[in-house]
């Protein structure tokens, strides 16, 4: 029996929703085919994110949840060795990580926009900051969306900085719509360890876009949504729609990004297996934070 209910459990991580299954063909039509990869259960796609979204159809996605490689604190801190992230022939060009988005008002008057066009009526967005874009960029979001919250994610441990080292990061959670919450109890401070030495740089646990999408979905119930990620990374943010039974799609514009979180999402189909977390990062012992995802 408990093998039986695991083949059923690889096979529904595996099929696509018909809301991707429509979008897998959209995309093929406008990204260059062998851009676009299913995954078990979603659609990566290597592209610029402007060009990704404008892909997309309108009201097709239910949920945003991304951690956006923001380049104004490197642009405008330059603090000594903290400029660069990663390496810079592990970009795709040739350049460093992450400099394909610039997040000058322009640019992320764009995103933005394209973000509202593709989420359904009644949906949700959860935007990732550090404080500086917080500062620079996170106003700007009042003019696209319903801002209900600000949510402060406490890293436990402590990292590098100037005159405050961090150990923390902000996560902006906003509405277009009604989209209520699944419970009146989670708190707006989220004690989830930040990861040390993971195999891709900034890397999120997987615990922290869970505990998004548990935020608005139980778990189990969202076979029928989708969990948009358009700066996919490490791949964190779509593993946790997988763990949490939604569908996902999702773009980065890194070779490496790609064959990471390809690699990732198979291991976690087949073997029930996170190749680049090991550990839980909500140990109880350190968080005291009691789970709703």
Known sequence: MKLQAALKISEER?????????????????????????????????ADVLKFLRAIPDGSIDLIATDPPYSGMNQHLLLGKGRIVGKYKDRGDGGKWFEEFHDTPENYHAFLTECRRVLKKDSAIFLMFDSYSLLTLGAFIREFFDVKNIVVWDKVSIGMGHYFRRQSEFIVYATKGKRPLVSRAIPDIWRIKRLVRSPYPTQKPVELFQAMIGSVFERGKCANKTVLDPFFGSGSSLLAAMRHGCGYIGCDVSEKAIALCKDRLKNFADHDLDVMQSMSAVPEQVSGMKKWW
């Not at 991707?20 to 676009?36: A, C, G, H, M």
């Open 14 to 46: 595996r099929e696509l929703n018909p809301s991707l299954t429509e979008l897998l063909s959209v995309l093929k039509d406008q990204i260059p085919k062998k851009s676009i990869i299913e995954t078990p259960g979603g659609i990566i796609g290597r």
